[in-house]
């Protein structure tokens, strides 16, 4: 009986085109890590740290970059160490397609676009099985975060809101009290991402420790959870009508009735626009 039930089920499974093994093997779940920073934050020179330093001999890395981003001096060095792909609107379709070849993923966001639409976008790819999210990295422009603190501060905010840890780069003509300050305003915050520098060429402190799978990030936008964990109900609390319990929305990602973000960010290419005009 239970032999010819699992003969029978193994018979019914292969003829099921979804089940086959060529189809379940056919893509493979990458590991990812989403890279947020302006334009000319260095995040290809960290990238090419990374791969190099931070993953083993064995990992096949592929770096995802926006076809609006411009040409840069590591383009080369980093096609050398993994497969690189420009995408555009595509998104879904580049990455499932990558990950036929590559095992972790270094998806760089879009510099000229919004975070939070960022953040949407590189979801959708995690939500369609291609990703598993390991960690996001932010990349602080210390220069442009310097020259325009007040005009910056909430950019970086966000960024900081959804990052697991935080990298301080382009520190070259800015004061070390600078980046102390910009060290102190999130630890003040009690922001529980991490810090690290990042240095001229690209190098960072510690790469293995910025790759660790360890969540550390404010936005619960990528976590699994229950809403009702978060109600303290029992048999004296329990409300007489039915009710429904939905997830809070991400402070930066939530809209209001037209549409619009309720707690709207400037992109990157913005933020440069103002500290140009600020400077």
């Known amino acids: 009986g239970r032999l010819r039930l699992w003969k029978l089920w193994l018979l019914w499974s292969w ?13 493979n779940i990458m590991d990812a890590y989403l890279i ?17 330093r931070g ?10 970059i926006s076809e609006n981003e411009n040409p840069s001096e590591f383009d ?29 993923a270094f998806f760089v966001a879009d510099a000229s676009k919004n975070i939070a639409d960022e953040i949407e976008a ?37 960024m900081s809101h959804f990052c697991d ?26 922001r529980p991402h991490t810090f690290q520098l990042a240095m001229k060429n690209g190098e960072v402190e510690n790469p293995c420790m910025l790759l660790i799978d360890e969540t550390r990030r404010i936005s619960m936008v990528f976590d699994e959870y229950d809403p009702l964990d978060e109600l303290e109900l029992d048999e004296d609390t329990l409300p007489d009508e ?21 707690k709207p ?9 103002r500290y140009k005009n600020a400077k």
């Not at 790819?125 to 990295?137: E, M």
């Not at 780069?169 to 980046?179: C, E, H, M, P, W």
């Not at 960010?265 to 626009?273: F, Q, R, S, T, V």
Request: aromatic fraction near 8%; charged fraction near 30%.
């Open 55 to 64: 993953l083993g001999a064995e990992s096949r890395a592929a770096v995802f």
């Open 242 to 262: 039915p009710f429904t319990v939905e997830k809070k929305a991400d402070v930066y990602l939530e809209k209001l009735d037209n549409g619009l973000r309720r």
């Open 122 to 158: 590189f979801k959708e790819i995690c939500d369609a099985g291609i990703f598993k999210l390991i960690r996001i990295i932010g990349v602080f422009d210390c220069s442009l975060y310097g020259a325009a603190f007040d005009e910056c501060a909430p950019f970086f905010d966000a």
């Open 76 to 104: 080369a060095p980093l096609s050398s160490l993994a497969l690189v792909s420009r995408y555009g609107e595509n998104r879904i379709e580049c990455a499932r397609e990558v990950s036929e070849k590559s095992d972790v």
């Open 15 to 27: 003829q099921m085109p979804f089940l086959r093994r060529e189809n379940l093997c056919r893509y």
């Open 165 to 190: 840890a935080v990298l301080l780069s382009n520190r070259s003509g800015v004061s070390g009290k600078v980046v102390n300050e910009i060290k102190k305003r999130y630890k003040d915050e009690c």
């Open 36 to 52: 947020l920073g302006t334009r000319n934050s260095k995040r290809r020179a960290i990238l090419c740290d990374l791969i190099s």
């Open 265 to 273: 960010i400037l992109n990157g290419d913005e933020l440069i626009a």
